[in-house]
């Protein structure tokens, strides 16, 4: 619930979504009329390394994370200005 009004005081929209109203199979398109935009992240594939350079080009703003990611991520720019 956090992430939620967390987002929603951010700029975000909550648009509850009735999958038995929209077939699943139809979701993408849902997604598309409300204008929704989700970047899934393999980690796995850039590497904790690249992290922050994906974050810069895909023009993230806001990320929620676990707390171990969030430590590993953070603990490369300890000592840096």
Do not use: C
Request: negative net charge.
């Amino acid at each position: 619930m956090r992430d939620i009004y967390w987002a929603l005081l951010n700029g975000a929209a909550l648009l509850p979504i009735n999958l038995k109203e929209i077939a699943l199979h139809l979701l993408d398109r849902w997604l598309q009329d409300n204008e929704i935009t989700v970047l899934p992240l393999n980690l796995k594939e850039i590497g904790l390394y690249l992290l922050d350079r994906w974050l810069q080009d895909s023009e993230i703003t806001v990320m929620f994370v676990v707390a171990t990611l969030f430590s590993h991520f953070g603990s490369r720019f300890i000592g840096l200005k």
